[in-house]
C-alpha cells in the first residue's frame, strides 16, 4: 500500500507540479516586466513589495519545487543525498525564499492599508524609501535565519538501508522548526497577519471615493488593493492545507504507525504541490483582479515589441503614454 502512495504521489507531482512550476516562472517574470517598466509601480511602495516577492517566489520554484519535487518525480534523483553543500544549501535558499516572499506579501498588505487610511500620519509610512530599508532588514534577517540550517542539517547514513538522507542533526532545531518556523513562522502568522489587514484594507477602501485625494493616487491604491485583496483571499486556502497537515505530522503518536505514515506522506506530496501555486500565482490573480494591470500589462508587451520592430526601423521614434 505504501508503494502505491509513493507511486501516485510522484505521478501527481509530475503531471501538476511542473505545469505550476512553468506558469510560475512565466508568470513571475511578466510580473517582473510590468513592474520594473512602469514608472507609476516603480515609484510605489507597495508594487515595490510585490516586484521583490515576484523574484524570490520565482527563486523558491527554482531552489525548493525543483530540485526536491519535480526533479526527484522524474530521474528518481534526490540530490540532497549525493552532496552534502547541497543538502545544506539548498534548504538555505528555500528557506530564504519563502520567508523572504511572506514577509513581502504581509508588507504589501499593510502597506495598502496605510496607504487607505485617512489619517495623514500614517499615510506617511507609505514611501519608496521606507520600502527599501524595510526590504533590506527583510532579507538579512531571512539570511541570518538561515545560518541555522547550513549548522544543522547533515548527512545521516541509516544502519538499516544504508540510505543517506539529508537530515536534522539537532533535537532542539528540530522542535524550533516544527512547532514554530514551519506552522507559524511561515504558516499561520502570515496568512493571520495577511487576513487581518486585508479586512481592514477592504474597509477603507468603501470610503476612500469620498476622500479628497489625487485621482491617479486614488485609482493606483484601489488597483494594487483589488489586486493584494484577492492574493489574500485565495492564498488563505493555498497555505492552510499544508501548515495544517504539517502540524498534524509533528504528532510522533500517529508516524508510528505504518500505514497512517504512508497515507499522511502522500498527502504532504499533495499539499505541497497546492503550496507552491501559492509562489506560481500572482501574476494570474493580478491579471483576473484588475483590468488596469491587464491594459498595463498589454502596453508593457507592446513596447517591448515595438522598441524591437524600432530598431529594425531607426526612423519610427513615436513613443506610448504609461497607462
Request: proline share 4%; glycine share 4%; charged share 10%.
Amino acid at each position: 500500500m505504501s508503494t502505491s502512495f509513493v507511486v501516485i504521489g510522484k505521478q501527481v507531482t509530475k503531471y501538476v507540479g511542473i505545469p505550476i512550476f512553468v506558469s510560475g516562472v512565466i508568470g513571475g517574470l511578466l510580473n517582473l516586466a510590468v513592474f520594473f517598466s512602469l514608472r507609476t509601480f516603480r515609484q510605489s511602495s507597495c508594487a515595490f513589495y510585490l516586484t521583490i516577492m515576484s523574484f524570490v517566489n520565482i527563486g523558491q520554484l527554482f531552489s525548493g519545487f525543483l530540485p526536491l519535487r519535480i526533479i526527484n518525480s522524474l530521474l528518481n534523483v534526490d540530490g540532497t543525498e549525493t552532496s552534502l553543500f547541497f543538502c545544506k544549501f539548498q534548504i538555505y535558499l528555500s528557506q530564504l525564499c519563502i520567508g523572504a516572499s511572506f514577509t513581502c506579501f504581509c508588507l504589501a498588505i499593510i502597506d495598502q492599508y496605510l496607504a487607505t487610511c485617512a489619517h495623514p500620519r500614517w499615510l506617511q509610512l507609505c514611501n519608496i524609501k521606507l520600502a527599501h530599508r524595510l526590504i533590506i532588514i527583510c532579507i538579512l534577517f531571512w539570511m541570518l535565519h538561515g545560518i541555522l540550517p547550513l549548522i544543522f542539517y547533515n548527512h545521516i547514513q541509516s544502519p538499516i538501508t544504508n540510505k543517506t538522507s539529508c537530515t536534522i542533526t539537532n533535537s532542539i532545531f528540530n522542535y524550533y522548526r516544527n512547532y514554530f518556523f514551519i506552522p507559524v513562522l511561515i504558516g499561520y502568522l502570515p496568512i493571520i497577519t495577511a487576513g487581518l489587514f486585508g479586512v481592514l484594507a477592504y474597509r477603507n477602501i468603501q470610503q476612500i471615493s469620498y476622500r479628497t485625494i489625487p485621482v491617479v493616487r486614488r485609482e493606483l491604491d484601489k488597483q494594487l488593493t483589488t489586486m493584494v485583496l484577492l492574493q489574500v483571499f485565495i492564498n488563505i486556502f493555498i497555505l492552510l492545507p499544508y501548515t495544517t497537515v504539517v502540524a498534524v505530522a509533528t504528532n510522533t503518536s500517529l508516524i508510528s504507525d505504518p500505514i497512517i505514515q504512508a497515507k499522511l506522506q502522500f498527502t504532504i506530496t499533495i499539499v505541497v504541490v497546492i503550496y507552491n501555486i501559492y509562489f506560481s500565482s500572482s501574476f494570474y490573480i493580478y491579471i483576473c483582479a484588475s483590468k488596469r494591470f491587464r491594459k498595463q500589462f498589454l502596453h508593457v508587451m507592446y513596447m517591448i515589441y515595438s522598441n524591437q520592430w524600432k530598431q529594425l526601423r531607426p526612423g519610427d521614434n513615436q513613443v506610448m503614454p504609461e497607462i
